[in-house]
T-cell receptor
Framework: GAGVSQSPSNKVTEKGKDVELRCDPI?????LYWYRQSLGQGLEFLIY????????KSGLPSDRFSAERTGGSVSTLTIQRTQQEDSAVYLC????????????FGPGTRLTVL | GENVEQHPSTLSVQEGDSAVIKCTYS??????FPWYKQELGKRPQLIID?????GEKKDQRIAVTLNKTAKHFSLHITETQPEDSAVYFC?????????FGKGTSLLVTP
């Protein structure tokens, strides 16, 4: 079946602008995660959604970052007033109900803030 | 919070040799340890994982060992091939979040 998809694949924006990144998880997966991967670095956890429960936002780096998940499926990560240090690849992953289930990653969105 | 250290950061081996990558974690509550392979410009792909109730798991040329007492786990790749060249990430799960190491860039030379 279809894997996790993300859009856009690349986004170039100017400092101070807002951006929205989209994630379509694998159908039937109730868990959805957002990670950030800076150049040459590991993956940094941002936020976790599980079904209709309140999301775990503990990894969001500042209040400029927010995420929604509508209808328990598609998720949008919003970054307001982008800064150059926000430049990174933003990866989404989805999985089945349990936290120890495999997380399947999307291809990522490469964000460049000029 | 959880801190995952991964070594080495780069590793170069000759085709056919073995490669070992080691990770340590700090949170004794961590109970799930996956390894991901990421080729250049591609998404991370799970290659093997281990849960805290076992000490070793094998899948063909790949094996992972876990020492809960020492809080470290390792990836072993035997009979390496050029297509094994990639960045490998270890991770430890605490609560809901996977905490990743910074990655090991593996180069397998023919």
């Amino acid at each position: 079946g279809a894997g996790v998809s993300q859009s856009p694949s690349n986004k170039v924006t100017e400092k101070g602008k807002d951006v929205e990144l989209r994630c379509d998880p694998i159908s039937g997966h109730t868990a959805l995660y957002w990670y950030r991967q800076s150049l040459g670095q590991g993956l940094e956890f941002l936020i976790y959604f599980q079904g209709n429960s309140a999301p775990d936002k503990s990894g969001l780096p500042s209040d400029r970052f927010s995420a929604e998940r509508t209808g328990g499926s598609v998720s949008t990560l919003t970054i307001q007033r982008t800064q150059q240090e926000d430049s990174a690849v933003y990866l989404c992953a989805s999985g089945l109900a349990g936290a120890t289930d495999t997380q399947y990653f999307g291809p990522g969105t490469r964000l460049t803030v000029l | 919070g959880e801190n995952v250290e991964q070594h080495p950061s780069t590793l170069s081996v000759q085709e056919g040799d073995s490669a070992v990558i080691k990770c340590t974690y700090s949170d004794s509550a961590s109970n799930y340890f996956p390894w991901y392979k990421q080729e250049l410009g591609k998404r991370p792909q799970l290659i093997i994982d281990i849960r805290s109730n076992v000490g070793e798991k094998k899948d063909q040329r790949i094996a992972v060992t876990l020492n809960k007492t020492a809080k470290h786990f390792s990836l072993h790749i035997t009979e390496t091939q050029p297509e094994d060249s990639a960045v490998y990430f270890c991770a430890a799960l605490t609560g809901y979040a996977l905490n990743f190491g910074k990655g090991t860039s593996l180069l397998v030379t023919p």
